[in-house]
Nanobody
Framework: QVQLVESGGGLVQPGGSLRLSCAASGTIFSITAMGWYRQGPGNQRDLVATITNDDGTNYADSVKGRFTIARDNAKNTVYLQMNSLKPEDTAVYFC??????????????WGQGTQVTVSP
């Protein structure tokens, strides 16, 4: 069994910064793609950023230049550094990982979500 645990959300003023973390635990053979998604009230879950196992990154246009995704393979952890936060960044943020529990068996796993609120 694989679990993803997120941390780092909270309340921040516009222009502020937060750093989210997501650590995977359990039976892990390897992790390929890692990513962050977010879901605002009444909205669908949207991609924020992804990172491959060779550190290739992809960002939503709305966060380019403000957010940075990074990974620590030794710790099975993905990070999201969020700077210059705006009220429209308010959402529940979910991490996602493609985890292989053996050389042939893998699947997508999600964290429980962490609330980020940007408000004066």
């Amino acid at each position: 069994q694989v679990q993803l645990v997120e941390s780092g959300g909270g309340l921040v003023q516009p222009g502020g910064s937060l750093r989210l973390s997501c650590a995977a635990s359990g039976t892990i053979f390897s992790i390929t793609a890692m990513g962050w998604y977010r879901q605002g009230p009444g909205n669908q879950r949207d991609l924020v950023a992804t990172i491959t196992n060779d550190d290739g990154t992809n960002y939503a246009d709305s966060v380019k230049g403000r957010f940075t995704i990074a990974r620590d393979n030794a710790k099975n952890t993905v990070y999201l550094q969020m700077n210059s936060l705006k009220p429209e960044d308010t959402a529940v943020y979910f991490c996602n990982m493609r985890v292989y529990v053996s050389v042939r068996s893998g699947g997508d796993y999600w964290g429980q979500g962490t609330q980020v609120t940007v408000s004066p």
